[in-house]
């Protein structure tokens, strides 16, 4: 080898970049790494300690907002026991590949088994969401030069849909993430084929992102147009395949393992409202995708087309929830507008009008103001907060009620007691037993919503008695008289 090979300057940067040899330092004359190389890895370090404080500390409270963390839990729980993925909370022996297709999450069982709690799941989304960054940094830094390309980093890291996913419990997609990031970094590199293989495993995260690997096939077909190789004809084949994937999800594998032999999603859709209900809740999501993220600069990029597809059965949805800015829809959705920022970005500053070079050139650092503003309004703001960090009498009382409930039982619980018991205990959802009957009943009666325990467990289970085992914390908790 006749010593380092110097790259090109990515746009914006004022001096070529070394790349050292295989031994031995970089030869005399060439600029040795600096912090500033080592941006992307530091920023995902950070970025993960961030969101695994949030949601941990949030766990640690018992502001647990949904009963998502216990379903992925109990199905976890089966993989790592080498069974099947069951969800008791989705009705008993219910096995969740039927209700969503997810045999990615497969991957936590060792972790699992290792560390049985549903802190494993929240720190493990915790680093994927900040693996994500190294990718959206590096690309980004590539094409625009270093501080520009940590500003695009910094937004991504702090945007307001990351930070709303790493809020509200786990979820499957953030699997999805970095993969989509890792994808569109090769893409922007002309890494034709890397593009389609990050992208691949996006069939095995959930069943509607096989759509969204068709999305970026026709994206890596379009920019490998022109390439002397067969990279756009693998690509179109690529697409092909994850449309086929999802039909065949859709239509045979998830049937397959539902008891019902159907997609229990398909009446979110066909039995919805019109496409033009809440229309004004619709744009306003669109406004927040488009304008503190990219200031619309990310129209004028094709990678947008990858967001095409989830904001498309969103919003066809007739479940209001899928069509805000709320809960974990849009964190797929992140490291698409960023990339695609950067690469209107890098395309925007050879174009012949001044304004639109400026503009352009001034973005990114705009991007990440935007989100750092931002911030103070989102849950990471929450860190700067001491009761954040506090676990209050309420919750130690509650905690020591639920530790009466022993390992092995059946419960039947709302969403309150649910991520403390199913790793021990088989958990049902409340009023959805389906003919089990529990031998406990826990429930977050802080609003004071169940006034007659006895009546109302009467109500759930006519044929069963059920005493007063303990109140403590706005927590009660009923035990089945044998």
């Not at 089966?78 to 096995?95: E, F, I, M, R, S």
């Not at 958990?427 to 109302?456: K, Q």
């Not at 044929?463 to 089945?480: F, K």
Request: proline share 7%.
């Amino acid at each position: 080898m006749r010593g380092a090979v110097v790259a090109a300057p990515p746009a914006g940067d004022t001096e070529p970049i070394p790349i050292p040899g295989p031994r031995g330092p970089a030869t005399p004359g060439t600029r040795q790494r600096t912090w500033t190389d080592r941006a992307p890895h530091l920023l995902a370090l950070a970025l993960f300690a961030a969101y695994t404080a949030l949601s941990v500390l949030r766990y640690r409270r018992m502001e647990t907002r949904s009963w998502d963390l216990g379903i992925f839990e109990q199905a976890i729980r089966g993989y790592a026991h080498l069974q099947a993925p069951v969800a008791d909370l989705k009705g008993p022996g219910t096995n969740i590949l039927g209700d969503h297709f997810s045999p990615v999450t497969a991957l936590l069982a060792p972790a699992y088994r290792l560390f049985p709690t549903p802190v494993t799941l929240l720190v493990t989304q915790a680093a994927l969401f900040a693996l994500a960054a190294i990718p959206v940094t590096r690309a980004a830094t590539r094409l625009l030069g270093r501080a520009s390309g940590l500003a695009i980093g910094v937004a991504y890291g702090l945007s307001w849909g990351i930070q709303q996913a790493t809020d509200f419990d786990f979820h499957e997609i953030c699997f999805a993430v970095p993969l989509i990031a890792f994808s569109l970094e090769a893409l922007l590199a002309h890494r034709w084929r890397a593009a389609l293989l990050w992208a691949a495993p996006l069939v095995l995260v959930k069943e509607d992102l096989g759509i969204t690997l068709t999305a970026i096939a026709l994206v890596v077909a379009w920019r490998a147009r022109r390439a002397r190789s067969h990279a756009a004809l693998y690509a179109l084949g690529v697409a092909v395949l994850g449309a086929a994937a999802t039909l065949l999800t859709l239509t045979a594998v998830i049937p397959a393992f539902n008891t019902t032999g159907g997609y229990d999603y398909w009446t979110k859709v066909n039995d919805g409202p019109s496409p033009f209900a809440g229309a004004e809740t619709k744009l306003r999501t669109l406004a927040w995708l488009l304008l503190p993220t990219t200031g619309l600069l990310a129209v004028r990029s094709p990678l947008l087309l990858a967001a095409a597809p989830t904001l498309g059965w969103r919003f066809l949805s007739g479940d209001d929830h899928y069509w805000s800015t709320d809960w974990h829809y849009s964190a797929v959705l992140m490291p698409v507008l960023f990339l695609a920022l950067a690469d209107a970005v890098d395309v925007s500053r050879r174009s012949p009008r001044p304004w639109l070079r400026t503009y352009a050139d001034r973005l990114p650092a705009c991007a990440a103001a935007a989100a750092l503003a931002l911030t103070t309004s989102l849950p990471l703001a929450s860190l700067t907060e001491a009761a954040t960090y506090r676990k209050s009498p309420r919750v130690v009382a509650a905690e020591n009620l639920l530790a009466r409930i022993p390992d092995g039982a059946t419960v039947e619980a709302n969403v309150g007691p649910i991520s403390r018991l199913t790793g021990r205990c088989r958990v049902m959802w409340l009023g959805d037993t389906r003919g089990v009957t529990p031998d406990w009943i826990a429930l977050n009666n802080s609003s004071g919503w169940v006034r007659d325990a006895h009546s109302y467990a009467r109500q759930l289970h006519p044929d069963a008695r059920y005493r007063v085992a303990g109140e403590a914390g706005g927590y009660l908790l009923l035990e089945r008289r044998t």
